[in-house]
């Protein structure tokens, strides 16, 4: 049997950087990253997106995890019209990349690596060593063979989908409501502007989401929807997928040279208030740390992960890993990413309460920096002024307010 002060489930963003920040605290303390993946970064499940900000938390990126630099973003409303939102123009002056996940993953955990952590890949771990309310460890397989390991300190960053946390009797699932379905296809024949990446809405192709077309350079780009679930067989992402693509034809070459195929669920709210337990966190898209207005959460994944190692490694320092040493992370990640992600969730379902109509009058109503300030929770008050203008959305206001 394996002993380490602490095992990650799961060499993501969130797990690599957790695995990264509690080496440079104390590199004496023995981490071991678990990934189910036989490959770290594969299969991508992800619009590969990031603002180049998230720098200031991962150091520089290197070029070969980069597939476009992108300026900006431009919004579609359901009449096609846009708003040009050139981050390079604005304050701090940074745009953002596309990035190659295959690579960006591997190069995250390497860093994490470098530091003196380990990383197995092929590892699934099924459940948790719970002895007398504590988590003690973790059981699984690896490739083939069972494992049994043991830690002072488990941290579950598996993202979305998994199950893991909900052994640890923390409520880690997600309301059905406020999960996002995803498709998303790698296409050549790519017509979008590169510079900026595109992002349509409109009930006819995403339902309280949105389509986008992120590029890649040479044509290649990643294009797909993220639509709120139905039981409906006709109202499925693929199905969203081609109407999408018909309808904005004039994007593509018409060629249909797909060259892979991903699909997910993405969590758009349900932030949790806490996130240890005796001997356990969990952090990054396990915990919901998802923007929920774009979905986006490698960001999220990186600075929940930063901040988890933070604590974790403090509470290895004064030898209490139980639910009280490791309770702060639930009040410092909620000051540094919730309640800004909160006043996000809120715009969210305002937005969602839009029709098409409405959508195409806030093309007249917005300016691009509304956008960028909207996307990071900031500035609602813009829009609930703009709301209380229309009688039959005054009530959206409220929320805002």
């Not at 997106?49 to 070029?63: F, N, R, S, V």
């Not at 699984?140 to 830690?151: L, P, S, T």
């Not at 498709?183 to 790519?190: A, I, K, N, P, R």
């Amino acid at each position: 049997m394996d002993e380490f002060d602490v095992i990650i489930v799961g060499a993501g963003p969130a797990g690599a950087s957790c695995a990264r920040q509690i080496m440079e605290k104390n590199p004496s303390l023995s981490v071991m990253m678990f990934d189910r993946r036989e490959e770290l970064g594969v299969p991508v499940r992800c619009g590969e997106g990031l603002e180049q900000a998230a720098e200031d938390y991962t150091g520089p990126i290197p070029k070969r995890a980069i597939c476009k630099y992108i300026k900006g973003a431009r919004v579609y409303a359901p009449d096609g019209r846009f708003l040009e939102a050139d981050m390079t123009k604005m304050a701090g002056g940074r745009g953002g990349y596309v990035l190659d996940r295959k690579v960006f993953d591997k190069w995250l955990a390497f860093e994490a690596v470098k530091k003196g952590a380990t990383v197995q890949c092929d590892t699934l771990i099924t459940d948790l060593i719970v002895e007398n309310g504590w988590i003690r460890g973790v059981r699984g397989i690896n490739m083939g063979k069972e494992i049994v390991a043991r830690a002072k300190v488990v941290v579950c960053s598996t993202g979305a989908e998994s199950r893991l946390g909900m052994q640890s009797g923390l409520k880690t699932f997600c309301k059905a409501q406020l999960v996002d379905t995803c498709v998303e296809y790698e296409m050549t024949g790519s017509l979008a502007d590169e510079e900026f990446i595109h992002l349509m809405l409109g009930s006819d192709i995403a339902p309280r989401g949105y389509a986008w077309i992120f590029p890649k350079g040479d044509g290649i780009a990643n294009v797909g929807v993220g639509v709120i679930p139905s039981p409906d067989p006709m109202k499925t992402a693929l199905i969203y997928q081609e109407k999408f693509l018909k309808k904005y034809a004039q994007f593509f070459d018409g060629k249909r040279n797909i060259m892979e195929i991903k699909g997910g669920i993405v969590p758009v709210g349900d932030l949790m208030k806490d996130m240890v337990t005796n001997g356990f966190l969990v952090c990054g898209e396990a915990a919901h740390h998802v923007n929920p207005i774009h979905g986006g959460g490698i960001k999220e994944a990186i600075v929940s992960g930063q901040l988890a190692g933070d604590v974790v490694a403090g509470a290895l320092g004064k030898n209490d890993f139980s639910k009280q040493g490791l309770s702060s992370f639930n009040p410092l990640w909620w000051e540094v990413r919730g309640n800004h992600l909160r006043n996000v969730e809120k715009l969210r379902e305002v937005f969602e309460k839009f029709s098409d109509k409405d959508l195409n009058d806030l093309v007249d109503a917005l300016t691009p920096e509304d956008l960028i300030d909207f996307s990071r929770g900031q500035k609602l008050g813009t829009l609930a002024k703009i709301l209380l203008r229309k009688p039959s959305l005054m009530f959206l206001a409220k929320k805002l307010l």
